[in-house]
């Protein structure tokens, strides 16, 4: 049962829309349950009925035209109670409603099971039979299975129904997806789909600019891997037997113009540039291969797919003019947007970001932060392939991606970029102005930086000192370590400007969602796994380079501290700060002017918070990593969209930990900073204000805002805030409490420029 459940989900998968994708759905679940009626009915919400919208089985006219509405038949008590129901004689139960001609009287028993996604009941999946009998448990159960698998795919193929391959189709307007807010803002422009190199699934559907062109590039890209495979087919001779040798021919035979290569170049012919004619061909073919029952034949999927990387690997070595690939105001879209990425397209034509996996903790949600750039994250349902060249509305805020936008749409959002750069304009004034309270209280903002260009932009805005340098970003744009010389300079290019004020470097914080492409580390469960101080603990040489290199950098200015990240015992500090000892003896012994830097944690992990007087006891400052704490507090992935609902920084949980943290790190007299993304919430950083943080750290994009939001109030009614926030136990009655407060403050700009959520729901 299981394997025919697997081909079911695989087939359907593989469907080229949603009509296809239930067609395929009520044909297999009719054979493989032998039942005389499979239908599914889904949920129309321009009518808010139920329509049949495939069937094996009943009268095939009544398909797109029998509706039910809620709560009608048994179909509509399946969906309104979301339960199976599962009748010996559908007709003899008070709820039955016949029609007439859909030639159900012939069938008695009947079981429906709802088809769920994300809480919300799409639709019903029924079937029926002649027999008066009760479908048994393992029936059931396979089609409640069965309903819960396609229930995502049901999903994604209802939201990519508006969009079209061809620019000359018909195209539905405002065709919405939704996701998770990454970074706030709103961007209007041009889709720029992007892969990892010789990723063949992420590969856009794009029109062929040139015909001929695109068949040349196929054609040697085609030519360079049968000569590939001969080289490594010769290299390898001597060594094998004659039939291993023979794949190395069925291998190439796999690339003959009446195989793969033949297919492609009609796709071409049909429009379709190289790479996507290349995805489509190989990917109809895995599935083919995949679907067979000889398990030889099965494995002929992966070489298929291997063929297809290598064929794609060197289409992609001759990549067309930057300017071409990256149109004003690009909005780049990807599987999974990585920093790599965000650094491939020239800041001036990038307007937003959309990735299909990620939430908004992702390191690359918090890169475009830091950035300013709105994004999108976790937006599941996009056909990330499918999207390309198109126009979208990216609204940063709301976490939601529309193509091709109407004009009613496109102007409603061009009123809301007019309104935040209306804001932005307003809080420039702010730049010399102090960060200070109407009762006098100053509050210290530092930035987080990792790029560069975050200095400039750091600076501009007067932050205070860095209270985090993100030093893995430098390593994950690379594609190797750096030396200790580059090292060297790039943490200079940090230390200088913002000399004689601090700048807090954290070593390396790799693993989790942090990969470095020329050092994978790949784990079941990465979060919890080889990440942070506990990689550069047993790295010493690559910690110690790194340690050396920010010293040597901070000579002559004196503004260095070295934060370590990851910390969940305290033995981790005591090694580190050993070998951090033994960097700072070799240097001065080889010479060199260095005062002995501050050292400093982060709590980020729960244990952390539990141990915080035995940890400040041996460090200088501490700082709060609210992101991971939330995260480890919480049991929710901070990249995983599906929880993401659930990950709150002002989960009363999790304001008790950061309370705990600041009295208790007091006590032992270490001064208090967070630099999590909750310090660059207006809300948030009003709360540790008043809990007593030293200093709160965040993206520069957020410093006027939370500067302004601290100047427009008193420490005093904070606290009262703060007083009566801890009271509450649910975190989005937190939310709203504070959403609140900041209105009756005066402050209702900072929490969002207009309420785009709203907005839409209008024109919806
Ligand atoms: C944090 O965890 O809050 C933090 C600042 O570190 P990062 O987001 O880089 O993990
Ligand atoms: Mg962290």
């Known amino acids: ?77 399946v969906a309104a109670r979301a339960e199976p129901i599962n009748l010996e004689d559908a007709s003899s139960h008070p709820a039955y409603y016949f029609v007439s001609g859909s030639g159900e009287e012939l069938y008695h028993s009947f079981l429906g099971v709802p088809i769920i996604h994300q809480r919300k009941v799409l ?139 033949g297919e492609v170049v009609e796709l071409i012919n049909q429009g379709q540039w190289a790479p996507g004619a290349l995805r489509q061909v190989v990917q109809a073919h895995v599935q083919q291969f995949s679907l ?137 004034s702010l730049r010399d102005k102090p960060s200070r309270t109407l009762d006098g209280y100053d509050m210290p903002l530092w930035v987080n930086t990792g790029l560069v260009a975050d200095v400039a932009l750091a600076l501009e805005r007067g932050a205070q000192g860095v209270g985090l340098y993100r030093s893995e970003v430098p390593f994950m744009i690379k594609d190797f370590f750096p030396s200790e010389q580059e090292q060297i300079d790039s943490y200079r290019r940090h230390l200088q400007p913002f000399a004689p004020n601090w700048v807090t470097m954290r070593t390396l914080d790799i693993g989790g969602d942090k990969a470095l492409p020329y050092f994978p580390i790949a784990e079941e469960n990465p979060s919890l796994g080889w990440r942070g101080i506990r990689v550069t603990l047993d790295h010493p040489e690559i910690f110690l380079v790194q340690v050396r290199a920010m010293l040597l950098a901070s000579e002559g200015l004196d503004n260095l501290r070295i934060m370590l990240p990851m910390i969940s015992n305290v033995m981790e500090i005591d090694e580190a700060m050993a070998l951090i000892d033994q960097a700072f003896a070799e240097l001065t012994d080889e010479g060199h002017q260095l005062i002995q830097p501050e050292v400093g944690v982060m709590i980020e992990v729960p244990a952390a918070v539990y141990q915080i007087r ?72 009003l709360l540790l204000m008043a809990m007593g943080y030293d200093s709160l750290s965040m993206s520069s994009n957020n410093l006027p805002r939370v500067k302004s939001a601290i100047r427009g109030v008193t420490l005093e009614d904070t606290r009262a805030w703060l007083l009566e926030v801890t009271q509450m136990d649910s975190p989005l009655c937190i939310q709203e409490r504070l959403d609140v407060l900041l209105r009756d403050a005066g402050l209702s700009r900072l929490i969002r420029p207009r309420n785009t959520e709203m907005a839409v729901k209008v024109i919806d």
């Open 614 to 685: 035995a940890i400040a006891r041996r460090v200088d400052f501490v700082s709060v990593g609210s992101n991971d704490l939330t995260q480890y507090l919480l049991a929710v992935d901070r990249n995983n969209p599906r929880v993401a609902g659930l990950y709150h920084h002002f989960h009363p949980a999790v304001l008790q930990a950061l309370q705990f943290v600041v009295d208790e790190a007091h006590k032992e007299d270490v001064a208090v900073g967070i630099c999590g993304e909750m310090a660059g919430d207006p809300a948030g950083a």
């Open 292 to 428: 067979m029952d000889d398990p030889y034949l099965r494995e002929r999927a992966t070489d298929i797919k291997d063929l297809g990387r290598r064929v794609l690997a060197r289409l992609q070595e001759d990549i067309p003019d930057i300017c071409q690939i990256f149109p004003h105001n690009t909005i780049l879209v990807a599987e999974e947007i990585t920093p790599a990425m965000l650094g491939e397209v020239p800041t001036d034509r990038l307007s937003g970001l959309v990735s299909v996996l990620g939430s908004g903790n992702s390191h690359a949600a918090i890169l475009a932060r830091s950035m300013g750039i709105p994004t999108v994250m976790g937006v599941v349902d996009l056909p990330a392939t499918r999207i390309h060249g198109k126009q979208l509305i990216l609204d940063g805020y709301a976490g939601r991606v529309f193509a091709n936008p109407s004009a009613e749409l496109a102007s409603h959002y061009a009123e809301i970029l007019r309104e935040e750069t209306r804001l932005t304009k307003g809080l420039e």
């Open 1 to 77: 049962m299981l394997d025919t459940l697997r081909r079911i989900i695989q087939e359907v998968n593989a469907a080229k829309n949603l009509d296809a994708a239930l067609a395929i759905i009520v044909k297999r679940i009719q054979r493989a349950m032998a039942t005389h009626v499979c239908s599914v009915y889904l949920f129309d919400q321009a009518t808010q009925t139920y329509v049949l919208m495939a069937t094996e089985g009943l009268n095939p006219k009544f398909v797109g035209h029998l509706r039910l509405a809620i709560s009608e038949g048994i179909v509509g008590k």
């Open 123 to 261: 639709g019903v999946l029924v079937v029926q039979q002649q027999q008066q009998r009760r479908f048994d448990e393992g029936e059931e159960a396979f089609l409640v299975t069965l309903s819960a698998q396609l229930a995502g795919v049901i999903a994604h193929a209802e939201a990519t129904g508006g969009l079209t391959v061809s620019n000359s189709e018909p195209v539905r307007r405002d065709a919405k997806f939704d996701g998770v807010a990454g970074a706030p803002g709103v961007a209007m422009g041009i889709a720029v789909v992007v892969a990892p190199p010789a990723d063949l699934d992420g590969v856009p559907d794009q029109e062929a600019g040139d015909i001929e062109l695109e068949l040349h590039r196929f054609q040697s890209a085609l030519d360079q891997v049968r000569h590939d495979i001969r080289v490594v087919g010769r290299s390898l001779a001597k060594r094998l037997k004659g039939e291993e040798q023979a794949l190395f021919d069925v291998y190439l035979r796999m690339l003959d113009d009446n195989a793969l290569a």
